[in-house]
């Protein structure tokens, strides 16, 4: 999981670089990708299909 996080962090440094799903700017949608990764109201929980 640390190159997971690793690599949201670095999306959210550099505006040039979209993460979409569903046409939805997912760097837009949080606060903090990498931070808000593993929370209950995370981008995991809101937008995965399959838990793990």
């Not at 979209?18 to 929370?39: K, V």
Request: glycine share 6%.
């Amino acid at each position: 999981m640390n190159v997971l996080d690793s690599f949201l962090f670095m999306v959210e440094q550099h505006e040039d670089i979209c993460l979409l799903y569903d046409n939805i700017n997912l760097n837009e949608e949080s606060d903090g990708l990498s931070g808000e990764l593993y929370t209950e109201d995370g981008w995991i929980e809101k937008y995965s299909s399959q838990r793990k």
